[in-house]
Antibody, heavy 120, light 110 residues
Framework: QITLKESGPTLVKPTQTLTLTCTFS??????????VAWIRQPPGKALEWLAL???????RSSPSLKSRLTITKDTSKNQVVLTMTNMDPVDTATYYC????????????WGQGTLVTVSS | NFMLTQPHSVSESPGMTVTISCTRS????????VQWYQKRPGSAPTIVIY?????PSGVPDRFSGSIGSSSNSASLTISGLKTEDEADYYC?????????FGGGTKLTVL
Protein backbone atom coordinates (compact mmCIF):
# COMPACT_ATOMS: atom_id res chain seq x y z
CA GLN A 1 0.00 0.00 0.00
CA ILE A 2 1.41 3.36 -1.03
CA THR A 3 0.92 6.34 1.27
CA LEU A 4 2.36 9.84 1.39
CA LYS A 5 2.09 12.45 4.10
CA GLU A 6 3.18 16.07 4.16
CA SER A 7 4.51 17.77 7.26
CA GLY A 8 5.79 21.21 8.10
CA PRO A 9 4.75 24.52 9.58
CA THR A 10 1.20 25.72 9.22
CA LEU A 11 2.15 29.38 9.57
CA VAL A 12 5.18 31.22 8.22
CA LYS A 13 6.01 34.90 8.15
CA PRO A 14 6.67 36.85 4.95
CA THR A 15 10.29 36.58 3.76
CA GLN A 16 10.84 33.37 5.74
CA THR A 17 11.84 30.05 4.20
CA LEU A 18 9.32 27.21 4.12
CA THR A 19 10.51 23.64 4.55
CA LEU A 20 8.05 20.83 3.86
CA THR A 21 8.69 17.12 4.20
CA CYS A 22 6.92 14.36 2.32
CA THR A 23 7.24 11.02 4.11
CA PHE A 24 6.12 8.06 2.07
CA SER A 25 5.79 4.30 2.30
CA UNK A 26 5.07 1.46 -0.07
CA UNK A 27 7.80 2.30 -2.57
CA UNK A 28 11.48 3.24 -2.67
CA UNK A 29 12.67 6.32 -4.50
CA UNK A 30 15.80 4.41 -5.42
CA UNK A 31 13.72 2.26 -7.80
CA UNK A 32 14.21 3.10 -11.46
CA UNK A 33 11.43 5.11 -13.07
CA UNK A 34 9.84 6.49 -9.92
CA UNK A 35 9.32 10.13 -9.00
CA VAL A 36 7.72 12.40 -6.39
CA ALA A 37 6.32 15.87 -7.03
CA TRP A 38 5.11 18.83 -5.02
CA ILE A 39 1.89 20.51 -6.12
CA ARG A 40 -0.04 23.29 -4.41
CA GLN A 41 -3.49 24.83 -4.48
CA PRO A 42 -4.11 28.34 -3.17
CA PRO A 43 -7.59 28.85 -1.72
CA GLY A 44 -10.11 29.09 -4.52
CA LYS A 45 -7.49 28.68 -7.21
CA ALA A 46 -6.12 25.97 -9.48
CA LEU A 47 -3.57 23.27 -8.87
CA GLU A 48 -0.02 24.40 -9.55
CA TRP A 49 2.96 22.11 -10.06
CA LEU A 50 6.04 23.19 -8.11
CA ALA A 51 8.84 20.65 -8.44
CA LEU A 52 9.65 16.99 -8.90
CA UNK A 53 12.52 14.65 -8.21
CA UNK A 54 13.34 11.38 -9.94
CA UNK A 55 14.82 8.16 -8.62
CA UNK A 56 18.19 9.09 -10.16
CA UNK A 57 18.18 12.50 -8.38
CA UNK A 58 17.28 14.38 -11.56
CA UNK A 59 15.16 17.40 -10.62
CA ARG A 60 12.73 19.77 -12.30
CA SER A 61 11.12 22.97 -11.02
CA SER A 62 8.42 25.32 -12.19
CA PRO A 63 10.03 28.05 -14.30
CA SER A 64 8.11 30.77 -12.46
CA LEU A 65 9.36 29.60 -9.04
CA LYS A 66 12.65 28.00 -9.95
CA SER A 67 14.81 30.55 -8.15
CA ARG A 68 12.97 29.99 -4.88
CA LEU A 69 12.63 26.19 -4.85
CA THR A 70 14.91 23.37 -3.80
CA ILE A 71 13.85 19.72 -3.82
CA THR A 72 15.89 16.92 -2.29
CA LYS A 73 15.38 13.30 -1.32
CA ASP A 74 16.58 11.09 1.49
CA THR A 75 16.15 7.56 0.22
CA SER A 76 17.10 5.99 3.54
CA LYS A 77 14.29 7.87 5.30
CA ASN A 78 11.76 7.62 2.45
CA GLN A 79 11.42 11.38 2.41
CA VAL A 80 11.36 14.21 -0.11
CA VAL A 81 11.95 17.74 1.13
CA LEU A 82 10.86 20.97 -0.54
CA THR A 83 12.22 24.33 0.49
CA MET A 84 10.74 27.59 -0.74
CA THR A 85 12.50 30.84 0.07
CA ASN A 86 11.18 34.36 0.50
CA MET A 87 7.60 33.35 1.30
CA ASP A 88 4.82 35.82 0.51
CA PRO A 89 1.11 35.88 1.39
CA VAL A 90 0.33 34.78 -2.19
CA ASP A 91 2.09 31.51 -1.35
CA THR A 92 -0.69 30.65 1.08
CA ALA A 93 -1.93 27.30 -0.17
CA THR A 94 -2.48 23.64 0.51
CA TYR A 95 0.72 21.86 -0.44
CA TYR A 96 0.57 18.28 -1.69
CA CYS A 97 3.19 15.70 -2.47
CA UNK A 98 2.34 13.10 -5.07
CA UNK A 99 3.87 9.96 -6.54
CA UNK A 100 4.09 8.76 -10.10
CA UNK A 101 4.44 4.99 -10.18
CA UNK A 102 6.56 3.00 -12.55
CA UNK A 103 5.43 2.63 -16.16
CA UNK A 104 2.52 5.06 -15.83
CA UNK A 105 2.13 8.75 -16.45
CA UNK A 106 0.25 10.88 -14.01
CA UNK A 107 0.28 11.45 -10.29
CA UNK A 108 -1.55 8.40 -8.98
CA UNK A 109 -0.92 8.73 -5.27
CA TRP A 110 -1.32 11.91 -3.23
CA GLY A 111 -0.78 12.95 0.33
CA GLN A 112 -3.62 14.53 2.27
CA GLY A 113 -2.08 17.97 1.85
CA THR A 114 -0.97 20.54 4.37
CA LEU A 115 -2.28 24.10 4.55
CA VAL A 116 0.45 26.70 4.85
CA THR A 117 -0.55 30.26 5.68
CA VAL A 118 1.85 33.13 5.10
CA SER A 119 1.08 36.02 7.40
CA SER A 120 2.86 38.35 9.74
CA ASN B 1 6.28 26.40 -22.01
CA PHE B 2 2.66 25.63 -22.86
CA MET B 3 -0.69 26.18 -21.16
CA LEU B 4 -3.78 24.02 -20.82
CA THR B 5 -7.09 25.87 -21.07
CA GLN B 6 -10.32 24.50 -19.62
CA PRO B 7 -13.82 25.97 -19.41
CA HIS B 8 -14.40 27.58 -16.04
CA SER B 9 -17.59 25.66 -15.38
CA VAL B 10 -20.07 23.19 -16.82
CA SER B 11 -23.37 21.94 -15.55
CA GLU B 12 -25.65 19.07 -16.41
CA SER B 13 -28.46 17.03 -14.96
CA PRO B 14 -28.13 13.64 -13.28
CA GLY B 15 -28.12 10.77 -15.74
CA MET B 16 -26.89 12.93 -18.60
CA THR B 17 -23.46 13.12 -20.24
CA VAL B 18 -20.98 15.97 -19.95
CA THR B 19 -17.70 16.61 -21.74
CA ILE B 20 -14.93 18.85 -20.42
CA SER B 21 -12.30 20.12 -22.85
CA CYS B 22 -8.62 20.90 -22.30
CA THR B 23 -6.82 22.79 -25.07
CA ARG B 24 -3.05 22.89 -25.36
CA SER B 25 -1.68 26.30 -26.31
CA UNK B 26 1.42 25.18 -28.17
CA UNK B 27 2.91 21.90 -29.18
CA UNK B 28 0.97 18.84 -30.23
CA UNK B 29 -1.54 17.51 -27.70
CA UNK B 30 -0.65 14.01 -28.84
CA UNK B 31 3.03 14.46 -28.06
CA UNK B 32 2.60 13.97 -24.31
CA UNK B 33 -0.04 12.06 -22.42
CA VAL B 34 -2.91 13.89 -20.74
CA GLN B 35 -4.23 13.02 -17.30
CA TRP B 36 -7.44 14.10 -15.53
CA TYR B 37 -7.98 14.60 -11.81
CA GLN B 38 -11.09 14.99 -9.69
CA LYS B 39 -10.81 17.44 -6.83
CA ARG B 40 -13.44 17.73 -4.14
CA PRO B 41 -13.28 20.44 -1.44
CA GLY B 42 -11.20 19.37 1.50
CA SER B 43 -9.84 16.28 -0.24
CA ALA B 44 -6.69 15.54 -2.19
CA PRO B 45 -6.99 15.20 -5.97
CA THR B 46 -7.62 11.73 -7.35
CA ILE B 47 -6.66 10.63 -10.82
CA VAL B 48 -9.56 9.49 -12.99
CA ILE B 49 -7.85 9.20 -16.40
CA TYR B 50 -4.18 8.70 -17.25
CA UNK B 51 -2.33 8.41 -20.54
CA UNK B 52 -5.16 10.07 -22.47
CA UNK B 53 -7.77 7.35 -22.03
CA UNK B 54 -6.74 4.85 -19.36
CA UNK B 55 -8.83 4.39 -16.23
CA PRO B 56 -7.14 3.53 -12.94
CA SER B 57 -8.63 0.60 -11.12
CA GLY B 58 -11.65 1.65 -9.14
CA VAL B 59 -12.70 4.46 -11.48
CA PRO B 60 -16.08 3.65 -13.03
CA ASP B 61 -16.31 3.22 -16.78
CA ARG B 62 -18.63 6.22 -16.85
CA PHE B 63 -15.39 8.21 -17.04
CA SER B 64 -13.57 8.26 -20.37
CA GLY B 65 -10.84 10.32 -21.98
CA SER B 66 -9.84 11.15 -25.52
CA ILE B 67 -7.65 13.48 -27.49
CA GLY B 68 -8.41 15.36 -30.72
CA SER B 69 -5.44 16.33 -32.82
CA SER B 70 -7.45 18.67 -35.04
CA SER B 71 -8.47 20.80 -32.06
CA ASN B 72 -5.24 20.16 -30.17
CA SER B 73 -7.32 19.31 -27.17
CA ALA B 74 -8.15 16.52 -24.78
CA SER B 75 -11.58 15.70 -23.42
CA LEU B 76 -13.00 14.10 -20.31
CA THR B 77 -16.46 12.62 -20.74
CA ILE B 78 -18.61 11.55 -17.83
CA SER B 79 -21.76 9.64 -18.69
CA GLY B 80 -24.68 8.74 -16.47
CA LEU B 81 -23.92 11.70 -14.23
CA LYS B 82 -24.38 11.26 -10.51
CA THR B 83 -24.56 13.96 -7.89
CA GLU B 84 -21.33 12.55 -6.42
CA ASP B 85 -19.52 13.54 -9.63
CA GLU B 86 -19.92 17.20 -8.68
CA ALA B 87 -16.34 18.42 -8.23
CA ASP B 88 -13.54 20.35 -9.90
CA TYR B 89 -11.73 18.56 -12.71
CA TYR B 90 -8.19 19.31 -13.82
CA CYS B 91 -6.31 18.19 -16.89
CA UNK B 92 -2.55 17.79 -16.71
CA UNK B 93 0.24 17.15 -19.17
CA UNK B 94 3.97 17.66 -19.38
CA UNK B 95 6.98 18.23 -21.57
CA UNK B 96 10.63 17.37 -21.04
CA UNK B 97 11.02 19.96 -18.30
CA UNK B 98 7.64 20.82 -16.84
CA UNK B 99 4.39 19.48 -15.50
CA UNK B 100 1.38 21.63 -16.43
CA PHE B 101 -2.11 21.71 -14.96
CA GLY B 102 -5.13 23.28 -16.56
CA GLY B 103 -7.08 25.95 -14.73
CA GLY B 104 -9.78 23.52 -13.65
CA THR B 105 -13.46 23.11 -14.50
CA LYS B 106 -16.20 23.18 -11.91
CA LEU B 107 -18.78 20.51 -12.68
CA THR B 108 -22.21 21.11 -11.23
CA VAL B 109 -24.71 18.27 -11.32
CA LEU B 110 -28.15 19.72 -10.80
Amino acid sequence: QITLKESGPTLVKPTQTLTLTCTFSGFSLSTSGLSVAWIRQPPGKALEWLALIYWDDDKRSSPSLKSRLTITKDTSKNQVVLTMTNMDPVDTATYYCAHRPEQRQGWHYWGQGTLVTVSS
Amino acid sequence: NFMLTQPHSVSESPGMTVTISCTRSSGNIASNYVQWYQKRPGSAPTIVIYEDNQRPSGVPDRFSGSIGSSSNSASLTISGLKTEDEADYYCQSYDTSNQVFGGGTKLTVL
